[in-house]
Protein backbone atom coordinates (compact mmCIF):
# COMPACT_ATOMS: atom_id res chain seq x y z
CA UNK A 1 0.00 0.00 0.00
CA UNK A 2 2.92 2.39 1.23
CA UNK A 3 4.63 1.38 -1.83
CA UNK A 4 2.48 2.48 -4.20
CA UNK A 5 1.49 -1.12 -5.44
CA UNK A 6 -1.96 -2.57 -5.76
CA UNK A 7 -3.55 -3.68 -2.17
CA UNK A 8 -6.60 -4.93 -1.26
CA UNK A 9 -8.22 -2.98 1.59
CA UNK A 10 -10.21 -6.38 2.80
CA UNK A 11 -6.43 -7.42 3.58
CA UNK A 12 -6.74 -8.64 7.47
CA UNK A 13 -4.10 -6.68 8.46
CA UNK A 14 -5.56 -3.59 7.27
CA UNK A 15 -8.60 -4.42 8.93
CA UNK A 16 -6.92 -4.50 12.23
CA UNK A 17 -5.24 -1.91 11.47
CA UNK A 18 -8.76 0.87 10.61
CA UNK A 19 -10.30 -0.91 13.94
CA UNK A 20 -7.77 0.27 15.87
CA UNK A 21 -8.29 3.55 14.55
CA UNK A 22 -11.68 3.94 14.75
CA UNK A 23 -11.62 2.64 18.17
CA UNK A 24 -9.54 6.03 18.76
CA UNK A 25 -11.61 7.87 16.48
CA UNK A 26 -14.86 6.94 18.50
CA UNK A 27 -13.32 8.07 21.79
CA UNK A 28 -11.47 11.31 20.11
CA UNK A 29 -15.09 12.53 18.91
CA UNK A 30 -16.97 11.07 22.07
CA UNK A 31 -14.87 14.06 23.97
CA UNK A 32 -16.48 16.64 24.99
CA UNK A 33 -15.41 20.60 24.56
CA UNK A 34 -13.73 20.85 27.94
CA UNK A 35 -11.22 18.19 27.50
CA UNK A 36 -8.53 19.16 25.37
CA UNK A 37 -6.28 17.35 27.26
CA UNK A 38 -7.71 13.97 26.66
CA UNK A 39 -8.05 14.96 23.15
CA UNK A 40 -4.60 15.80 22.63
CA UNK A 41 -3.35 12.61 24.37
CA UNK A 42 -6.17 10.28 21.99
CA UNK A 43 -4.29 11.94 19.00
CA UNK A 44 -0.81 11.49 20.19
CA UNK A 45 -1.62 7.66 19.99
CA UNK A 46 -3.69 7.96 16.87
CA UNK A 47 -1.27 10.20 14.13
CA UNK A 48 2.39 9.46 13.31
CA UNK A 49 3.25 12.80 14.25
CA UNK A 50 1.30 15.87 15.75
CA UNK A 51 3.74 18.83 16.47
CA UNK A 52 3.86 21.29 19.17
CA UNK A 53 0.50 23.83 19.34
CA UNK A 54 -1.25 21.79 17.00
CA UNK A 55 -5.14 20.98 17.02
CA UNK A 56 -7.60 18.90 15.50
CA UNK A 57 -11.81 20.11 15.80
CA UNK A 58 -13.78 16.64 16.21
CA UNK A 59 -15.73 15.03 13.89
CA UNK A 60 -12.62 13.85 12.56
CA UNK A 61 -12.39 10.58 10.15
CA UNK A 62 -9.53 8.55 8.92
CA UNK A 63 -8.54 5.35 7.72
CA UNK A 64 -5.02 4.44 9.93
CA UNK A 65 -4.24 7.41 11.61
CA UNK A 66 -0.58 6.45 11.45
CA UNK A 67 0.24 7.83 8.23
CA UNK A 68 -0.45 11.38 9.34
CA UNK A 69 1.65 13.98 10.44
CA UNK A 70 1.00 17.72 11.24
CA UNK A 71 3.16 20.21 12.24
CA UNK A 72 3.43 23.30 15.07
CA UNK A 73 0.86 25.21 15.08
CA UNK A 74 -1.41 23.84 12.64
CA UNK A 75 -5.09 23.23 12.52
CA UNK A 76 -7.76 20.74 11.41
CA UNK A 77 -11.50 21.94 11.47
CA UNK A 78 -14.33 20.06 12.17
CA UNK A 79 -15.93 17.03 9.96
CA UNK A 80 -12.40 16.51 7.83
CA UNK A 81 -11.71 13.47 6.34
CA UNK A 82 -7.98 11.87 6.12
CA UNK A 83 -8.10 9.17 3.57
CA UNK A 84 -4.76 7.82 4.77
CA UNK A 85 -3.82 4.85 2.35
CA UNK A 86 -0.60 6.59 1.61
CA UNK A 87 0.87 9.21 3.82
CA UNK A 88 -0.41 12.68 4.48
CA UNK A 89 2.14 15.55 5.49
CA UNK A 90 1.05 18.69 7.09
CA UNK A 91 3.71 21.44 7.74
CA UNK A 92 3.68 24.16 10.01
CA UNK A 93 1.08 27.09 10.85
CA UNK A 94 -1.32 25.18 8.62
CA UNK A 95 -4.97 25.51 8.86
CA UNK A 96 -7.55 23.61 6.83
CA UNK A 97 -11.10 24.51 7.18
CA UNK A 98 -14.20 22.47 8.08
CA UNK A 99 -15.56 19.39 6.18
CA UNK A 100 -12.31 19.05 4.22
CA UNK A 101 -10.81 16.01 2.57
CA UNK A 102 -7.89 14.56 1.63
CA UNK A 103 -7.73 11.55 -0.05
CA UNK A 104 -5.28 9.15 -0.88
CA UNK A 105 -6.82 6.34 -2.70
CA UNK A 106 -6.93 5.46 -5.82
CA UNK A 107 -9.49 3.02 -8.02
CA UNK A 108 -8.24 1.21 -11.12
CA UNK A 109 -9.84 3.44 -13.95
CA UNK A 110 -9.76 1.05 -17.34
CA UNK A 111 -9.18 -2.25 -15.58
CA UNK A 112 -13.03 -2.48 -14.42
CA UNK A 113 -12.45 -6.04 -13.41
CA UNK A 114 -9.86 -5.10 -11.14
CA UNK A 115 -12.15 -2.80 -9.46
CA UNK A 116 -15.12 -4.81 -8.91
CA UNK A 117 -12.53 -6.74 -7.08
CA UNK A 118 -11.43 -3.81 -4.78
CA UNK A 119 -7.60 -3.15 -5.66
CA UNK A 120 -6.35 0.50 -5.06
CA UNK A 121 -3.68 2.20 -4.72
CA UNK A 122 -2.81 5.47 -2.94
CA UNK A 123 -0.42 8.17 -3.62
CA UNK A 124 0.57 10.79 -0.98
CA UNK A 125 -0.63 14.44 -0.03
CA UNK A 126 1.97 16.99 1.33
CA UNK A 127 0.46 20.37 2.57
CA UNK A 128 3.24 23.11 3.05
CA UNK A 129 3.78 25.35 5.61
CA UNK A 130 1.45 28.39 6.50
CA UNK A 131 -1.02 26.64 4.15
CA UNK A 132 -4.99 27.95 4.57
CA UNK A 133 -7.47 25.75 2.70
CA UNK A 134 -11.01 26.80 2.90
CA UNK A 135 -14.00 24.90 3.97
CA UNK A 136 -15.00 22.09 2.11
CA UNK A 137 -11.86 21.95 -0.05
CA UNK A 138 -11.10 18.29 -1.42
CA UNK A 139 -7.47 17.30 -2.32
CA UNK A 140 -7.15 14.16 -4.37
CA UNK A 141 -4.15 11.85 -4.29
CA UNK A 142 -0.47 12.58 -5.17
CA UNK A 143 -0.90 16.72 -4.68
CA UNK A 144 1.30 18.61 -3.53
CA UNK A 145 0.35 21.96 -2.25
CA UNK A 146 3.30 24.52 -1.68
CA UNK A 147 3.88 26.82 0.88
CA UNK A 148 1.80 30.31 1.57
CA UNK A 149 -0.46 29.15 -0.67
CA UNK A 150 -4.60 30.20 0.23
CA UNK A 151 -7.09 27.41 -1.41
CA UNK A 152 -10.49 28.80 -2.08
CA UNK A 153 -13.36 27.14 -0.13
CA UNK A 154 -15.09 24.67 -1.85
CA UNK A 155 -12.23 24.13 -4.62
CA UNK A 156 -11.19 20.19 -5.78
CA UNK A 157 -7.37 20.28 -6.06
CA UNK A 158 -6.66 17.82 -8.74
CA UNK A 159 -2.95 19.06 -9.81
CA UNK A 160 0.03 20.50 -7.67
CA UNK A 161 -0.21 23.99 -6.82
CA UNK A 162 3.44 26.38 -6.24
CA UNK A 163 4.14 28.53 -3.51
CA UNK A 164 2.16 32.07 -2.51
CA UNK A 165 -0.35 31.73 -5.20
CA UNK A 166 -4.05 31.96 -4.49
CA UNK A 167 -6.26 29.06 -6.43
CA UNK A 168 -9.18 28.33 -6.58
CA UNK A 169 -12.29 26.23 -8.25
CA UNK A 170 -13.35 22.60 -9.67
CA UNK A 171 -10.94 21.87 -10.78
CA UNK A 172 -8.56 23.98 -8.56
CA UNK A 173 -6.19 26.78 -10.50
CA UNK A 174 -4.22 29.45 -9.88
CA UNK A 175 -6.15 32.84 -9.78
CA UNK A 176 -2.96 34.63 -8.37
CA UNK A 177 0.48 35.21 -6.84
CA UNK A 178 0.34 36.37 -3.45
CA UNK A 179 2.93 38.34 -2.44
CA UNK A 180 5.82 37.54 -0.13
CA UNK A 181 6.03 38.75 3.74
CA UNK A 182 8.64 39.36 6.14
CA UNK A 183 8.15 37.79 9.88
CA UNK A 184 6.76 41.16 10.60
CA UNK A 185 3.69 40.37 8.33
CA UNK A 186 5.43 43.21 5.76
CA UNK A 187 4.06 42.61 2.54
CA UNK A 188 6.47 42.91 -0.65
CA UNK A 189 6.50 42.89 -4.00
CA UNK A 190 7.68 39.28 -5.42
Known sequence: MLSGQLYRDNDPELVAERRRCQALLD???ATRSDEEDTRQEILSALLGGIGTG???MPRFQCDYG???RLGDNSFINYDAILMDCARITVGNDVSIGPRAQLLTALHPMDDHEARRQRWETAAPIVIGDNVWMGGGVIVCPGVT????TVVGAGSVVTRDLPARVFAAGNPCR???ELPSTD???QAHGG
Open 27 to 29: RFN
Open 54 to 56: SWV
Open 66 to 68: YLI
Open 145 to 148: IGPD
Open 174 to 176: VIR
Open 183 to 185: THG
